[in-house]
């Protein structure tokens, strides 16, 4: 079975400060792919990025950056300067990258984000 | 390209009443998918669909739950004599045919409420 757990229920930050969305996973599935998506107010989810379990490179995009270990099964997501449209929940997510997998995502409880101003 | 439509996007229903969902797929998306977000919980799978076919429904309450990908037309997410406990965000996601797992595009959620 898989799973997905964010531990950090509520984060609470001013903004500019840095902040790390912490994320670990089970699977015992060998290839998988790891998604975060953030979910602001209005409700919709907003896709953020795909990573496969072969590629741990850290990987960079503007303020958002992730850090994949595969040795601590791990998947952070650290918001640099954050902002106050940065608010949002934010879900970290899971699915095997086998051939009955298709679109069966495994989702963690989500991490709510206030920045204040 | 049109994303995911869903509607309606708030559905207000009272207790034994009916509510259906409707979603159709971006264009070229021939997979369907159903998640629920219940109050301050993340999301669960419900259901796979391709065209005419339940692939999946794993997710699926056993009573009173029921979805359907006609050939023609959007993919409707029925629940039958709704309860409170029915209220709930219901996400679909479409993906395209031949899909890397997981490519799926989300639309903005139908928000059910019942009374």
Known sequence: ?117 | NAGVMQNPRHLVRRRGQEARLRCSPMKGHSHVYWYRQLPEEGLKFMVYLQKENIIDESGMPKERFSAEFPKEGPSILRIQQVVRGDSAAYFCASSPPGILSGELFFGEGSRLTVL
């Open chain 1, 1 to 117: 079975a898989q799973k997905v757990t964010q531990a950090q229920t509520e984060i609470s930050v001013v903004e500019k400060e840095d902040v790390t969305l912490d994320c670990v996973y089970e699977t015992r599935d060998t290839t998988y792919y790891l998604f975060w998506y953030k979910q602001p107010p209005s409700g919709e989810l907003v896709f953020l990025i795909r990573r496969n379990s072969f590629d741990e490179q850290n990987e960079i995009s503007g303020r958002y950056s992730w850090n994949f270990q595969k040795s601590t099964s791990s998947f952070n997501f650290t918001i640099t300067a954050s902002q106050v449209v940065d608010s949002a929940v934010y879900f970290c997510a899971l699915i095997n990258a086998g051939g009955t997998s298709y679109g069966k995502l495994t989702f963690g409880q989500g991490t709510i984000l206030t920045v204040h101003p």
